[in-house]
Protein backbone atom coordinates (compact mmCIF):
# COMPACT_ATOMS: atom_id res chain seq x y z
CA UNK A 1 0.00 0.00 0.00
CA UNK A 2 1.03 3.54 -0.82
CA UNK A 3 0.31 7.01 -1.33
CA UNK A 4 -1.95 7.05 -3.99
CA UNK A 5 -3.75 3.82 -3.69
CA UNK A 6 -7.47 3.84 -3.83
CA UNK A 7 -8.58 1.45 -0.62
CA UNK A 8 -11.86 0.71 0.97
CA UNK A 9 -12.74 0.97 4.74
CA UNK A 10 -13.55 -2.67 5.36
CA UNK A 11 -13.35 -2.28 9.12
CA UNK A 12 -13.55 -0.44 11.95
CA UNK A 13 -10.85 -0.75 15.10
CA UNK A 14 -12.49 -1.60 18.25
CA UNK A 15 -10.87 0.66 20.53
CA UNK A 16 -12.36 3.50 18.84
CA UNK A 17 -14.36 6.24 21.14
CA UNK A 18 -17.17 9.03 20.36
CA UNK A 19 -16.17 12.18 22.60
CA UNK A 20 -18.80 15.56 22.34
CA UNK A 21 -16.46 16.66 20.04
CA UNK A 22 -14.48 14.35 17.38
CA UNK A 23 -17.01 11.54 17.22
CA UNK A 24 -14.56 9.34 15.74
CA UNK A 25 -16.06 6.08 16.31
CA UNK A 26 -19.38 7.58 13.88
CA UNK A 27 -16.90 9.13 11.41
CA UNK A 28 -15.02 5.61 11.18
CA UNK A 29 -18.53 4.24 10.85
CA UNK A 30 -19.58 6.77 7.97
CA UNK A 31 -17.04 5.99 6.06
CA UNK A 32 -16.98 1.87 6.29
CA UNK A 33 -17.68 0.61 2.55
CA UNK A 34 -16.53 3.74 1.05
CA UNK A 35 -13.28 3.98 -1.40
CA UNK A 36 -10.47 6.65 -0.46
CA UNK A 37 -7.12 8.05 -1.86
CA UNK A 38 -4.33 6.95 -0.03
CA UNK A 39 -2.56 10.35 1.45
CA UNK A 40 0.28 8.89 2.95
CA UNK A 41 1.26 6.31 5.09
CA UNK A 42 3.09 7.21 8.81
CA UNK A 43 5.07 6.11 11.20
CA UNK A 44 4.32 6.91 14.47
CA UNK A 45 7.02 6.11 17.09
CA UNK A 46 6.44 3.25 18.93
CA UNK A 47 3.79 2.03 17.13
CA UNK A 48 4.11 -1.60 15.57
CA UNK A 49 2.65 -0.48 12.12
CA UNK A 50 2.28 2.18 10.26
CA UNK A 51 -1.07 3.94 9.93
CA UNK A 52 -2.28 4.91 6.49
CA UNK A 53 -4.42 8.74 6.34
CA UNK A 54 -7.13 9.13 4.68
CA UNK A 55 -8.98 12.27 3.82
CA UNK A 56 -12.90 11.65 4.20
CA UNK A 57 -14.60 14.84 4.35
CA UNK A 58 -16.77 14.11 1.91
CA UNK A 59 -18.88 11.60 3.51
CA UNK A 60 -19.71 14.13 5.85
CA UNK A 61 -20.79 16.66 2.41
CA UNK A 62 -17.44 19.22 3.08
CA UNK A 63 -14.29 19.20 1.08
CA UNK A 64 -12.42 15.33 1.77
CA UNK A 65 -9.31 17.38 3.03
CA UNK A 66 -11.61 18.13 5.80
CA UNK A 67 -12.04 15.90 7.86
CA UNK A 68 -9.01 13.02 8.00
CA UNK A 69 -8.72 9.40 9.55
CA UNK A 70 -5.53 7.23 10.16
CA UNK A 71 -6.32 3.39 10.31
CA UNK A 72 -3.95 0.44 10.44
CA UNK A 73 -3.88 -1.39 7.05
CA UNK A 74 -5.85 -4.22 8.04
CA UNK A 75 -8.68 -2.02 8.20
CA UNK A 76 -8.39 -1.59 4.27
CA UNK A 77 -8.53 -2.99 1.06
CA UNK A 78 -6.79 -2.19 -2.52
CA UNK A 79 -9.41 -1.46 -5.16
CA UNK A 80 -8.21 -1.43 -8.38
Request: net charge negative; aromatic share 8%.
Amino acid sequence: MKAGDRVRLIGVPENLLDDEELKTKTLFQQCLGNVFRVEALEHPEGAPTPFVRLHVGHVRGKEPYMETIWVEPQYLEIVD
